[in-house]
């Protein structure tokens, strides 16, 4: 397999949360290229050094940088999203620039190449019993499946991933003639759009990214969804009050395909939000942190149905009590 190195660059303060939004994005291998950390070595080594190289000598003022490798396939092209978009979020939030400019950079291959080379990994997709999920680009035969048209863009989920892919099963597999669908952490829509398609009534969809609601809707009127019963919003439920009561309750099921840290902190309101007996499906989830997502969710009034596992991603399905 090939691969894709790729920096970002910030401040030493930005290390321990980049890395942390990394680990969530199922990316659990990096190198720290940090001037404090060569400095602190200068000023404790023991013994005598006649002279040091001269490339070790640059690291004394060079740009702290996190180091990934993203597989060349449909897997990386998800995971170049979500880091793009795991850093704009900082960014926005970064109003005393303590994180430094946190950008990116491709090594060993030009950004407009990758750009134009990226839509080779999103390919029709065929889920569960009922959906082929495909980009706009793809063409499809006669097939009776229900087709779901997703152009990933800038917004993570495209049904290539495991944990969307592990939700839309889910979802799939599900009653959902007539029913209220909210989609958390929405992306590009896919799930809250599939399960439009798939005879739920009405969707609100919601997202922190401005850019991932507008793209949501784009992806809604691109599948025919009346946008009388389709919405999206922007903001965050979990510090927005204003926002978490104009989404009101009563709803049927509830999709979340975000991280461990994200879920934990929407578990109460997960159970405000979901009807009586209502469905919660939750992914995103790294399989070492399972356990205590699963945990955290139970212990705010749900119980487990189901729990999925696939490539190191948990999925799992649980209803209000």
Not at 80 to 86: E, G
Not at 114 to 127: D, G, M, R
Request: glycine share 8%; net charge negative.
């Amino acid at each position: 397999m090939n691969w894709t190195e790729l920096d970002i660059f910030t401040t030493t303060e930005g290390i321990e949360l980049i890395t942390a939004g990394l680990m969530d994005i199922g990316i659990k291998g990096f190198a720290i290229k940090d001037a404090n950390d060569f400095n602190e070595f200068l000023q404790n080594k023991e013994g005598n050094w006649d002279y040091l190289e001269d490339d070790l000598m640059q690291l004394a003022e060079c740009e702290t940088t996190v180091t990934v490798y993203l597989p060349e396939n449909n897997q990386g092209a998800e995971m170049l999203i979500a880091i793009r978009s795991m850093l704009k979020e900082i960014k926005e939030n970064d109003t005393d620039s303590v994180y430094g400019r946190l950008e990116t950079e491709m090594k060993n291959v030009k950004e407009e190449d990758w750009a134009n080379n990226w839509k080779q990994y999103f390919k029709p997709l065929e889920i569960g019993n009922r959906l082929l999920v495909k980009p706009s680009w793809e063409e499809v035969g006669e097939t009776d499946r229900t087709v779901l048209e997703i152009d990933p863009a800038s917004s993570f989920g495209s049904g290539q991933h495991y944990t969307t892919k592990l939700c839309l099963e889910y979802l799939d597999r599900l009653d959902l003639e007539g029913k209220k669908i909210l989609d958390l952490g929405c992306g590009s829509g896919i799930l809250s759009i599939g399960a439009m398609l798939l005879g739920a009534q009405s969707s609100v969809a919601v997202d922190v990214e401005e850019n991932a609601v507008k793209v949501a809707m784009e992806n809604a009127v691109k599948n025919s969804i009346d946008t009388s019963v389709y919405t999206a919003y922007c903001g965050n439920i979990i510090t927005d009050s204003e926002l978490a009561a104009r989404l009101g309750d009563g709803y049927d099921i509830i999709t979340a395909n975000i991280v461990a840290d994200i879920l934990i902190g929407m578990k109460d309101h997960f159970y405000k939000f979901l009807k009586p007996e209502g469905i919660l499906i939750i992914s995103g989830i790294i399989d070492e942190r399972k356990e205590e997502v699963t945990d955290a969710v139970t212990g705010a009034g749900f119980e487990i149905i189901e729990s999925r596992e696939e490539s190191d991603w948990a999925a799992v399905m649980l209803r209000k009590k």
